[in-house]
């Protein structure tokens, strides 16, 4: 099993910024991907962020691409996602990923718990 905490979510002002932090723990001998999703209130889990192993892969969904990044340091099995010039759109709840640089939900191995995302217009 694999354990996933995830830290950093918070209420903040639009274009301010926000760091998430995820850290992995249990069964996670081996390379594996890691990334962001997000769900805000009535709309399905989608596709944020992701990063393999050496991070020569690394995808971004469209809406954050240049405001978002996502970084992983392996020593510490902490994958973070630095979110700059904020928006209300931004607000959600979001999640930690790992197992599968793909934008499928489905195709997720392991799931955090989620942490809160505010922007405040």
């Known amino acids: 099993q694999v354990q996933l905490v995830e830290s950093g979510g918070g209420l903040v002002q639009a274009g301010g910024s926000l760091r998430l932090s995820c850290a992995a723990s249990?069964?996670?001998?081996?390379?594996?991907?890691m990334g962001w999703f997000r769900q805000a209130p009535g709309k399905e889990r989608e596709f944020v962020a992701a990063?393999?192993?050496?991070?020569?892969?690394?995808y971004y969904t469209n809406s954050v691409k240049g405001r978002f990044t996502i970084s992983r340091d392996n020593a510490k099995n902490t994958v973070y996602l630095q979110m700059n010039s904020l928006k209300p759109e931004d607000t959600a709840v979001y999640y930690c990923?790992?197992?599968?640089?793909?934008?499928?939900?489905?195709?997720?191995?392991?799931w955090g718990q989620g942490t809160q995302v505010t922007v405040s217009s």
């Open positions: 990923a790992l197992g599968s640089l793909r934008s499928d939900p489905a195709e997720v191995d392991y």
């Open positions: 249990g069964r996670t001998a081996g390379n594996y991907a």
């Open positions: 990063i393999g192993w050496s991070a020569s892969s690394i």
